[in-house]
Structures are given as C-alpha cells and as structure tokens.
C-alpha cells in the first residue's frame, strides 16, 4: 500500500488512558518457546484477554488452523472477544502492530496505523526479524486503516506519549545502531524528532535508558509511564539485594527537569520495583515492571509480582493516578518471563467519538 501524505498539525497519536474502541492482541505462541511454557503462556495470555474484555472488546489475532481453533473455542462463552485470522506468529502486540493514531480532516475523522519498520528489536542473531514481524505492513488488509511508514526503525514500546503532543523515548533504543545506524552527515535524534512532528509529537523528551537490557534495548515502557494530569510514574529498583540499573537515576533527573509541549514541568512520581528475592527467574529477562500496564476504558490491567509490600505500594499509585478506573493487577509470570508484561502483549485502536457507555464501545473504523 503506498504511503500517506501528511500534514503536522493533522495527526495526533492519542493518550493510553483516551477512549478505545477494542483492544487488539494476539493468540499465536512462537515455535521458539517450549511446550510447556507454550501453556503457562496461553494461561497468562487469557487471564489479560478476559480482564480487558470486561471493559472493552478485543480483537484477538490468530494465524489460521490449529491456533484458530483453539481460541475459537477457549473464547467461546465470551462475547466481548473477536477471533480474527491473520498471519501472526507472536504475541508482543505492541512492538509487531502499528501504533494507531487519528488524522483530522476537513468535516471528519479517521483512524490511521503508524507503521514504525519493526525489524524484530534490532534483528539480532539472538533473535532475527521473521515474517510475522511485518504485520503492521498489512495494516488496511488486517485492521481495515491506512498505513502511515515513519522514516527510521522502532517498536511501540519504545514511546510513552500523553496525548498533547510530548512523547519520552530512549537513547539506548532509538539510537542502537541495529535499529537506526550512524549514517554521514545525519544527526539521528534531530531526523527521528522532526518526523515525529509529521504525527503531531511537538516534544520529544529523550532519556538513556539501557543499553544492556535483552532484546528491546531499554524500553521506555518498561520504567515509565504517562498519567493524566501532565504526571509520569517512573520505575525506582531500590533493592539492597540487585545492583542499581545504570542511569536509571540520571533518568528520573532529567524527567524532573523537563517540560511538556506546553512549557509546563512535569510530576514525577517514583514506584518501586519489585525486590529481588520475590522473583525466582532469570534475571536477564524476567521484566519485573509494574508500570508495563494496560490502560482499559475502565481499569488498569497491571502486572504483579508475588512481593506483597511492593504490589500494594504499586496498586495504590496506580489507584492515585486513575481514580476512576479498577485496578486488575494479575500474575503473568511466564510472559514477565520472556521480557514483557500487559503493555507489550496489547494494542489499543482509539476511538473517534466517545459514546456514553465506553464499556460497549464498538470499533469504527
């Protein structure tokens, strides 16, 4: 499909926390798990389906046969959930979808897929770009919208945007040279901000983040999330039992010192992580975020940690930040395991217009 034209001022990527017509995930286990965390997956993955669905419709991906089937049938007694065919073989929705935004016209509005050159986190030999990677390409075949194809490589996580026009991302993933390398004469970090104003990103707030972390690069997602009322919680790792993240409080700085689109400073709320000796995994890539959440039209699906000082202390900043949404905190330990929580398996598609009751909105494309 060939590329849209676009002026600046005409597409805005919404706030998490703005209305949504469905949510969209996914029911595609990659051949690269074992069978037996295959299930343990599948059982995470449903825990965040029927939570979401409580609120809004999802739209749930499967590639065809077995797959299909399968979800068909395990969703069968839930009306709010839509199995949709499509050649989809993973279940990190976030990073493999395009971002959706909306583009104002003359006398209406529409939904349009950003389309962010996903080449499977850096394409590295861990972990090579594969076929389903490219789903964002089929965005008109598959979510029925045009597709709108950005100028440099990244993935969904990789932004936190609060709907106003101020996006934060890192360095240690934007600038990777597996996603976006050193060219002559091109300083990457303005190219990257100047075509961010082509979708309405005015600000770009641009902290280190981690170079060292598996696969994504360090995330923004990972550590940090957008609130309503200009506030952001931030990820603190305060452990005595784990070595500090590198630059994490060179990030919480630079956020308390930095102002969004409209000139106004920040509130920064810290969070602490989950304590070492709670979570019995690999701790290269277990990813032990509470702020990796998902943001319902009527809860926040978020993940816990079994560290019962520490999933309070998360749940009640979570409550402060969204007072008027549930809060649905679920262990997912086997995604948490392969590297993500509930903001990286989920995908949510704006709606244009909110209706009187969010719970039964319904997409309109």
């Avoid at 978020?302 to 402060?320: I, N």
Wanted: glycine share 8%; with cysteine; aromatic share 8%.
């Amino acid at each position: 499909m060939a590329r849209h034209s676009v002026r600046a001022a005409s597409i805005r990527i919404p706030a998490e926390w703005e209305a949504h017509a469905c949510c969209w995930m996914a029911w595609a286990i990659h051949p690269e798990w074992a069978q037996g965390d295959a299930v343990r997956i599948k059982r995470d993955l449903s825990k965040v389906v029927h939570a979401i669905a409580r609120f809004e419709p999802v739209r749930l991906l499967a590639p065809p046969g077995r797959a299909f089937r399968e979800a068909r049938q395990h969703f069968s007694r839930c009306p709010a959930v839509t199995i949709i065919k499509a050649p989809v073989d993973d279940f990190w929705m976030r990073d493999i979808m395009p971002t959706f935004a909306i583009r104002s016209e003359s006398v209406r509005k529409r939904i349009v897929a950003i389309d962010w050159n996903f080449n499977g986190w850096g394409g590295t030999p861990d972990r090579p770009a594969r076929p389903g990677d490219q789903l964002a390409k089929i965005a008109a075949a598959t979510f029925g919208v045009p597709r709108i194809s950005s100028s440099f490589v990244a993935e969904g996580g990789a932004f936190a945007v609060d709907g106003r026009g101020t996006l934060i991302t890192t360095r240690s993933c934007l600038l990777n040279s597996n996603r976006n390398p050193v060219r002559g004469g091109v300083n990457r970090q303005r190219a990257i901000a100047c075509w961010l104003r082509k979708v309405g990103i005015r600000k770009v707030i641009w902290l280190e983040g981690d170079a060292c972390e598996p696969i994504t690069s360090g995330h923004i997602d990972g550590y940090v999330l957008w609130t309503p009322g200009n506030s952001v919680l931030v990820e603190d790792p305060n452990d005595s039992g784990n070595e500090p993240i590198f630059w994490r409080e060179h990030d919480l700085e630079l956020l308390v010192q930095s102002r969004n689109a409209q000139g106004r400073k920040l509130s920064v709320v810290r969070v602490l992580s989950p304590r070492r000796r709670y979570l019995n995994r690999n701790r290269d890539s277990f990813a032990a975020s509470y702020l990796n959440v998902y943001i319902a039209n009527g809860a926040v699906v978020a993940p816990q940690f079994g560290d019962p000082e520490r999933d309070a202390l998360a749940r009640e900043a979570l409550a402060s930040a969204f007072p008027q949404r549930e809060i649905i905190p679920l262990r997912i330990d086997a995604i948490a395991a392969g590297g993500g929580g509930v903001h990286c398996i989920t995908q949510s598609m704006p709606m244009l217009e909110r209706k009187r009751d969010a719970r039964q909105a319904t997409v309109n494309f």
